[in-house]
């Protein structure tokens, strides 16, 4: 009785949205299924941990009693630097999914429609429910984002579009030109949000976004320290908007949401190319052999612009899934996503990629 008077308190909606389920995490598989030694595969996480930046974080140790400073000072200084972007256009979360929710607080009242593909990375759907927004979902074509049909279904409530690009599961992307088309259709009263979580490995023709959001403004480009630059259990992305959207954005956001280690992490991380490029040397070279491997096998899978593959198994992937636990893999399967004969593997170090072929190889070999 208790239980039915406090879940009557909540807001209405809340009852019919499923909360993000993630990658299932090392120490989770260890400890149910026993197994000493688990590879990671399945959160687009990349496999190395970038220890140049431990001595910032020694330093910043001592001052862990303090809050730190609310506007990333050193942080917003070296992006902006970088980017050639005005210091006040951009926004830093906890992670690009907290500029995500930002945008959708600011914008959202109820009713609002809102954009998002389908399928596609889950957390805009979510958090836009959790906003009150009303959601249209708009049907991939061949794995893709299909941007004349997303801009036939702007109507007068339409708030706010999210397009992934590159995108999450497909790993497919939208080149320049597709995007340049798609905005001029789009009215200044949209808000677009381009979530460009695997920015640095997208390939040449990746639309110039930061160009489009100085010529039109009505544009929020959110990018992330999580994934190329290997700080994904930091928490650290931002948004590159008008310097107007920013302000809103920062009047909606906690005052404290990135912490002292992630903001000094960060900073050492924006400008160390080297790291990065080894980075994106090893997934491109990476990806090469699961596409050869795959192929061998007779496997259908999507090429990615991300450090991560689509893969098409043609049937339930439950019992691949379980298989793969069981001997120290993890991939994501993507039921969640309404795909459940597909599934997503990040792209791993040399021998996890290698032990991954293999056991897919022995598991299809025995069905
Ligand atoms: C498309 C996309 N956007 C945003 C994120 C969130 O990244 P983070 O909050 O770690 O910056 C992810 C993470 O997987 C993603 O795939």
Known sequence: MGCLKNREMFKKRLSNINSYKPGKPIEEVKRELEVDEVYKLASNEIPFSP??????IQKELKNINRYPETGCFYLRRAVAKKLKVRENSIVFGNGSDEIITLALRALIEDGDEVLVAYPTFLIYEIQARIEGAKIIRVPLKDFRYCLDDIANKVTSRTKLIFIANPDNPTGTYLTNKE??????KIPSSVVVFFDEAYFEFAPADFPKSIRFLNERGNIIVARTFSKAYGLAGARIGYGITTPDIAAV???????????????VAAAAAVNNDEFLDKVITHVK?????LYKELSKIGI????SATNFILIDFKKDTGCLNQYLLENGIIIRELKGWGLPNLFRVTVGLCKENKKFIDLLK???NSI
Do not use: C
């Open 51 to 56: 220890t140049y930046i431990n001595k910032a």
């Open 179 to 184: 995007v340049k088309a798609f905005l001029d």
């Open 249 to 263: 954005l920062n009047k909606v956001r906690e005052p404290f949401n990135v912490n002292r280690f992630a903001q």
């Open 285 to 289: 070279r990476e990806k090469q052999f």
């Open 300 to 303: 259908e899978f999507i090429r």
């Open 362 to 364: 022995r598991y299809v």
